[in-house]
């Protein structure tokens, strides 16, 4: 369902809480697309239940709880059968939140001056679309890593068949490769840190260790571009305050329910202190 096809459906009035999660669950279902038509059943113990989250939290985490979606597991089934789908007719398979989540970043890196040359992080970096619409758009310095293997193996082969041999993929866990990932002038985080946040097991120190991960990968002053379809602008900026200065935030796509006004995603700049 497109944007406008929600304004029309959705106009009826809704109680503000409601039209946040609503928000959330249908950019989360929307953005993904086909491939992942069993999200439904993973959001149903997503939207509205319980949490693992510390009660001093001031994110508000109990917006959503833990998924299968937040799983090892799940991603690499996902990206087995992608990969498998490539190898067969070509097909990369979904870009996550879709191109336009790619271009909003590559205008505001054009609009800041990033230097070719920069060295660019992409986390979780899936079927590997971002590195290839990086290095044509002239970044020269570009890795991406994931914690499925398959993601890794699919990202490589499409590198491949776009003779983009000069990119570095690792099959790295984020959350736990210290001092492994270092220097960075910018990390691009398209739906990672969402995932990170459903994983059933330990959700709270999965998000500080990513918090923490992203500090030891980035040079001081260095950037971080987050898009997420879980968190809020202001979740967003209480769980980065620490160590990072908000720059500024990207436009997105916003829908409307009953005269409330929200966003299908959030897409922030942030900037780490030295």
């Known amino acids: 369902m497109d944007a406008a096809m929600m304004e029309t459906s959705l106009s009826i009035p809704v109680p503000p809480a409601v039209a946040n999660k609503l928000l959330r669950a249908q950019a989360l279902l929307g953005g993904v697309g086909e491939r992942l038509n069993s999200m439904e059943d993973a959001t149903k113990s997503t939207h509205g239940g319980e949490t693992t989250s510390d009660p001093a939290d001031s994110c508000a985490d109990n917006d959503f709880g833990p998924s299968v979606l937040g799983t090892k597991e799940y991603w690499e089934d996902a990206y087995q059968k992608e990969l498998e789908t490539f190898r067969d007719i070509g097909d990369v398979g979904e870009i996550w939140f879709g191109e336009e989540s790619m271009s909003r970043v590559l205008r505001w890196m054009d609009k800041v001056k990033i230097p070719e040359n920069a060295a660019i992080l992409d986390i979780g970096t899936g079927n590997g679309a971002f590195l290839v619409e990086l290095a044509k758009h002239g970044y020269s310095n570009l890795t991406g890593i994931d914690y499925s293997p ?19 993929v690792k099959e790295t866990d984020f959350l736990n490769c210290p001092g492994e990932l270092k220097d960075f002038d910018v990390c691009i985080d398209k739906g990672t840190f969402d995932a990170i946040s459903l994983n059933p097991n330990n959700t709270e120190e999965g998000k500080k260790l990513y918090v923490q991960a992203l500090k030891d990968a980035l040079k001081d002053k260095g950037f971080f571009a987050v898009t997420s379809c879980n968190w809020t602008k202001e979740q967003l900026l209480d769980r980065f305050s620490e160590g990072f200065d908000f720059v500024q935030e990207l436009p997105t796509p916003s829908f409307q329910f009953g005269g409330k006004t929200g966003n299908s995603v959030t897409a922030l700049i942030f900037q780490r202190l030295c």
Request: glycine share 0%; proline share 0%.
């Open 150 to 168: 398959a993601s890794v193996e699919l990202t490589r082969n499409v590198l491949q068949a776009e003779d983009l041999m000069d990119i570095t």
